[in-house]
Nanobody, 124 residues
């Protein structure tokens, strides 16, 4: 098993930046594909970004492509989400998730482990 704790959320003006972190503990961090998902009030949870076990492959939702960057540091058991040029519609609770498999997937149901979430609010 792995335990996940997100941090770095907050209130930011549109056009600003935030960096989210997700610290993992438990089994070997490099065993997991890591994903970022978000859920805005009244909306379903949606995929944001994923990164392969050693960081060689990434994938992004179209809505964040070119603005968000996912990365990981396996030595620190941490995955990051750098969010630039934030928009009002990026406001949501952001969750990191872990999948004990090699194959990347954007389907949240395929991730067994989830953090508690961190709130990101973008103001005009």
């Amino acid at each position: 098993q792995v335990q996940l704790v997100e941090s770095g959320g907050g209130l930011v003006q549109a056009g600003g930046s935030l960096r989210l972190s997700c610290a993992a503990s438990g089994r070997t961090f490099s065993s997991y594909v890591m994903g970022w998902f978000r859920q805005a009030p009244g909306n379903e949870r949606e995929f944001v970004a994923i990164i392969s076990r050693y960081g060689h492959s990434t994938s992004y939702a179209d809505s964040v492509k070119g603005r968000f960057t996912v990365s990981r540091d396996n030595a620190k058991n941490t995955v990051y989400l750098q969010m630039n040029s934030l928009k009002l519609e990026d406001t949501a609770v952001y969750y990191c998730a872990a999948r004990d498999a090699a194959i990347l997937t954007t389907e949240g149901i395929r991730y067994a482990y989830w953090g508690q979430g961190t709130q990101v609010a973008v103001s005009s």
